[in-house]
């Protein structure tokens, strides 16, 4: 997992395919908690998910 702020606050994860739904469960609500809202999720790609 990484923060970045060099273009806008993001939140990189990488996680196994098979654990996709638990991941994204888990990081939108740690971001919720920094208080923060989600605007997108994408791959590695850029692709939407």
Known sequence: MTY???YG???R???PPDDAATAR???TAAA???GCTVL????HS???T
Do not use: G, K, L, S
Not at 40 to 43: G, K, N, S, Y
């Open 25 to 27: 469960a888990v990081i």
């Open 40 to 43: 997108a999720t994408t791959t």
């Open 4 to 6: 970045e702020t060099a």
């Open 9 to 11: 606050h993001q939140i």
């Open 32 to 34: 919720h908690e920094m």
């Open 13 to 15: 994860v990488a996680f």
């Open 46 to 48: 850029r692709t939407p």
